[in-house]
């Protein structure tokens, strides 16, 4: 840890799983000064993963989610101050002014603010029915009116669509989701993987709408007056009737803070590879930055699990001044009925050339791997288990494979 003063104050301005893993490692690197822990949310820090599974299924109750307990950030001695949001940012002072009038000194700041979800502009996008999933509140309300849904539909084939849509059924409900590609998932796997999870579903009883979109969630009056959802209508004119609406076509990042205070913003908070923003005593971590990769030598922005708990672990330590660079493995899982997937790599804007499968498609045990070239860029294990690090390993070598032997299951991954 570099030379760094009791009176120095490191500010993390987002309490979400990249903002804590932050404060965690300046106090695990011995950082004895000020860390300050501003989230807009009055929940304590929480992870995102369960609201879509268990907390979403009612396996799980919501608090399952939260990082520590209150008691746990008094011991840490973390300023942890919750329902208050960040203003703007003074950098010639280094102040940050919050809504309730008080500011904070920073020598360090570290903004993980996060992403929220892209609400469709239609008209009916704000009718009683109609759900979104990002926040504890949003599944705990998703989970209520799964309870007495008869019909839903899931707009967007992603991965909170297609884990609302296997809750929804789980629960007992008609589902449909409708969907403007050819597959579902389709951006993150391709159509090969993505077909692989439209059987799973059509398996369990939901239908798909492939290449269209919602247009419209269009209403009923209540006995009591007021609206609520009625039925979404789709791109081809179809109504799909429905009484729980799930909206699920993506987040935004979170950059109106660091875009009025003069940041380079560019489909997120750009920083290089050690996490520093274009001002080098502002950090950015998790969904919300778009950070360079020396693994894939260029920018990239990921928004899942794996990146915000170790990003923002290795932002509290390059804070300090750490010499390493992060150059994290995006990484994620999914859990739908009885299926349950690891993906490690990305696809990126070069997209890939072939989907070579070692193990039983159509059991739904089997590992899949994406090749540019010779070369795998992605893997995924599913239903088969402790793999990743095989898998991982073998993305970055960047060795040229053989497809024949990556295929064989006899072949240990590790001899790849």
């Given at each position: 840890m570099a030379a760094t003063s009791d009176t120095s104050s490191y500010v993390i301005i987002g309490a979400s799983l990249a903002g804590v893993r932050a404060a965690e490692a300046l106090r695990a690197e011995g950082f004895s000064g000020d860390v300050i822990l501003v989230g807009e949310e009055s929940e304590l820090p929480y992870e995102r993963p369960p609201l879509s599974k268990g907390v979403l299924l009612g396996n799980d109750e919501p608090k399952v989610a939260y990082l520590h307990e209150r008691e746990w950030y008094d011991e840490q001695r973390i300023d942890l101050r919750l329902g208050v949001r960040a203003q703007c940012i003074d950098r010639e002072s280094r102040e940050v002014q919050l809504a309730d009038g008080s500011g904070v000194h920073y020598d360090r700041l570290l903004l993980t603010t996060g992403a929220s979800v892209r609400r469709p502009r239609i008209p009916g996008a704000d009718l009683d029915g109609?759900?979104?999933?990002?926040?504890i509140a949003d599944s705990t309300s998703l989970r209520k009116a799964f309870a007495s849904a008869q019909r839903v539909v899931v707009v967007g084939a992603g991965w909170i669509g297609l884990e609302a849509a296997a809750a929804a059924r789980t629960a007992g409900a008609e589902v449909t989701v409708v969907e403007p590609l050819a597959t579902p998932l389709h951006a993150s796997l391709g159509p090969e993987m993505g077909e692989v999870f439209a059987e799973l579903h059509r398996a369990h009883g939901v239908a798909f709408r492939f290449g269209q979109s919602a247009v419209e969630f269009r209403a009923k009056v209540s006995s009591g007056g007021g609206s609520t959802v009625a039925a979404v209508v789709t791109s081809d004119g179809n109504e799909i009737p429905a009484d729980v609406v799930v909206v699920g076509v993506g987040v935004i990042p979170n950059v109106e803070l660091a875009q009025a205070a003069g940041l380079e913003v560019s489909n997120g908070i750009v920083t290089d590879a050690k996490l520093r923003t274009s001002d080098p005593n502002i950090y950015a971590a998790g969904d919300v930055a778009r950070r360079y990769s020396p693994l894939f030598g260029r920018s990239v922005r990921v928004e899942h699990w794996a990146n915000a708990y170790d990003g923002g672990a290795?932002?509290?330590?390059?804070?300090?001044?750490?010499?390493?660079?992060?150059?994290?493995?995006p990484f994620f899982y999914s859990d739908q009925y009885d299926l349950g997937m690891e993906f490690a790599g990305d696809i990126g804007p070069d997209g890939y050339d072939e989907v070579v499968v070692r193990g039983d498609l159509q059991a739904r045990e089997f590992l899949a791997f994406w090749l540019r070239g010779e070369r795998v860029v992605a893997g995924m294990n599913v239903n088969i288990w402790d793999v990743q690090d095989d898998i991982q390993a073998l993305i970055r070598s960047g060795k040229q494979v053989d497809r024949a032997r990556l295929a064989d299951p006899g072949v240990p991954l590790g001899d790849l």
């Open positions: 109609v759900h979104y999933l990002r926040t290795a932002a509290g330590r390059l804070m300090l001044d750490a010499q390493a660079e992060y150059d994290g493995m």
